[in-house]
Nanobody
Framework: QVQLVESGGGLVQAGGSLRLSCAAS????????MGWFRQAPGKEREFVAA????????YSVDSVKGRFTASRDNAKNTLYLQMNELKPEDTAVYYC????????????????WGQGTQVTVSS
């Protein structure tokens, strides 16, 4: 079992940057593929980015490509999301999630979720 805790959210102006972190408990973090999702008020949860268990492969949604980068440090049991050139439409609660096997953009395939961290981008 994996417990996930996100941090690093906050209020930032458009064009600014934030780095989200997701700290995982347990000794098996390196065996899980990880994903970042977000949910804005009144909208469905949306896939943002994912990374393989080793960190060697990443995948992100078109709307954040070139701006957001997922990475991980398995020695520290931590997942990251570097967010640059933030836009007001990036405003949402951001969640990290873990799954066995390969990474996926489908939220229902993830077994473990954090509580979320709020990101607000002002125009």
């Amino acid at each position: 079992q994996v417990q996930l805790v996100e941090s690093g959210g906050g209020l930032v102006q458009a064009g600014g940057s934030l780095r989200l972190s997701c700290a995982a408990s347990g000794r098996t973090f390196s065996s899980y593929a990880m994903g970042w999702f977000r949910q804005a008020p009144g909208k469905e949860r949306e896939f943002v980015a994912a990374i393989s268990s080793s960190g060697g492969s990443t995948y992100s949604v078109d709307s954040v490509k070139g701006r957001f980068t997922a990475s991980r440090d398995n020695a520290k049991n931590t997942l990251y999301l570097q967010m640059n050139e933030l836009k007001p439409e990036d405003t949402a609660v951001y969640y990290c999630a873990a799954k066995r096997g390969g990474y996926s953009p489908f939220f229902h395939e993830y077994n473990y979720w954090g509580q979320g961290t709020q990101v607000t981008v002002s125009s």
